[in-house]
């Protein structure tokens, strides 16, 4: 079945409730915790790959006044038990909840297991009480639970299991056939927005500019939209559509990895690859007059160059998607409302691959900020370029024959080119995990 607009949106952009690493591992526990009833668990074990290990280790869950941790993750959806709330699971967390999760954690019934040799986003949650066992496996996509179990025995025909349901596009699915097209197959899906595509995007960017207006007005986590809004009073930073993306961007990201409850609209499984993605949008959007149809296409072009690049790249990776991926579309989207045409937009996918090509992803958490800053600054000014006629030549570095071969060499640089650096730096991350158990001890 042809790939269409509304199934990618309603599979790539999705509400999620903190960074979706903890979150998707909550949600693995409460899935799990859901086929056993209520009773106290004795024992949660837990596996996850290093990509998720990374990216939860040091990001505080929502709700929980700053607490981190992907053991306290899961023991919080195995008492929360609401699997059917998705990527928002953490929503009805409170200070009884919170309590009960930490008993969990202190008692030593939550053993965290790192799969370092597990192929793309991979968790596991077994859950055991008297006599009883239950386990949910998600894989691919951090909603997409793959596998349920009570007793050893599969469950089948549950309503959590999204990728069996007949005749519905799931996420392998789709990004199996998105990786297939290309920019112009991206600028077509895009064109189809209808009135109710529109509504939901918009809906997405409020959602996002809800999280940045926290940032500014709490100034939580690392500060950084705050801090620049300060610089440009002082005089210290000029006033422009940069500005404003880097303010507007990296105040939401302050929020957000400081687990302010607020939902993000994520993109390709990630919220901050959500803030990016759009947030420079609106930036642009309020210094240029652009139609709210074509605003409209524009978002949805964002979101589509996001995923496709990370068909490419993978789900998570040792490069930083929110800088490269989101950087990228949120690049195409301002060229859309710029009314650039398909060349000027593969000119502003390539120049920020160009630019922020070698960013690394060392993990969620409140230095996140500082690269979504940079991400969006850097689409902006893409943008701008690329309007201008400026993109780099064929064969410069990475660039290829064409934005889709320059998306491909970037890809097998993060699959291929970048496993040794992945890997030291989880060495580093699980070396600093260590010494903090030690400490608390």
């Avoid at 960074?19 to 799990?32: D, N, Q, W």
């Amino acid at each position: 079945m042809p790939l269409t607009l509304k199934d990618f949106l309603a599979l790539e952009v999705r509400p999620a409730l903190g960074c979706t690493e903890p979150v998707a591992v909550a949600l693995g526990s409460a899935a799990a915790a859901d086929l056993l009833g209520q009773g106290p668990v004795e024992l949660v074990d837990l596996r996850v790959d290093r990509n998720v290990f990374k990216n939860g280790l040091a990001v505080s869950i929502p709700g929980t006044g700053g607490l981190k941790g992907l053991d306290l993750a899961a023991a919080l959806g195995t008492v929360l038990r609401d699997p059917h709330l998705g990527m928002e699971v953490l929503s009805q967390t409170d200070r009884a909840s919170i309590q009960q999760a930490q008993e969990l954690v202190r008692s030593g019934k939550v053993c965290l297991d790192i799969q370092t040799e597990a192929q793309g986003l991979f968790i596991e949650a077994r859950l055991h009480t008297s006599g009883r066992s239950a386990a949910a496996v998600i894989r691919g996509a951090h909603d997409n639970i793959v596998t349920l179990k009570l007793d050893g025995q599969e469950v089948v025909d549950h309503p959590l299991l999204q990728h069996r349901e007949a005749g519905r596009t799931n996420v392998v699915d789709l990004e199996s056939q998105l990786k297939e097209l290309g920019l112009k197959d991206l600028l077509d899906l895009a064109a189809t927005v209808d009135d109710q595509d529109k509504a939901f995007l918009l809906h997405g960017l409020e959602m996002n500019r809800a999280l940045a207006a926290s940032g500014l007005e709490i100034g939580v986590g690392l500060g950084v939209g705050r801090a620049l809004t300060s610089l440009a009073e002082q005089g210290r930073l000029a006033r422009d559509m940069l500005l404003g993306a880097k303010v507007l961007t990296s105040a939401a990201a302050d929020a957000r990895m400081a687990g302010v409850s607020l939902p993000a609209m994520s993109s390709a499984g990630s919220g901050n690859n959500g803030l990016t993605a759009v947030l420079p949008l609106q930036a642009v959007q309020e210094a240029v007059v652009c139609p709210q149809t074509r605003f409209a296409q524009a978002l949805a072009l964002s979101h589509l160059v996001t995923a496709y690049i990370k068909t490419h790249t993978g789900k998570l990776s040792a490069i930083c998607s929110c800088s490269i991926a989101a950087g990228a579309g949120a690049a195409a989207g301002i060229v859309h409302m710029l009314e650039g045409d398909e060349a000027a937009i593969g000119r502003a996918v390539t120049n920020v691959i160009s630019d922020l090509g070698g960013v690394i992803c060392d993990g969620a958490k409140a230095g996140c900020a500082l690269k979504l800053a940079t991400a969006s600054g850097s689409a902006v000014q893409a943008a701008l370029l690329a309007m201008e006629g400026i993109g780099l030549p064929t064969f410069d570095g990475l660039v290829g024959r064409s934005p889709e071969e320059t998306i491909e060499n970037l890809g097998l640089i993060s699959r291929e080119g970048m496993r040794t650096t992945d890997g030291n730096i989880l060495s580093i991350l699980m070396d600093r995990h260590a010494i903090a158990d030690d400490e608390g001890a």
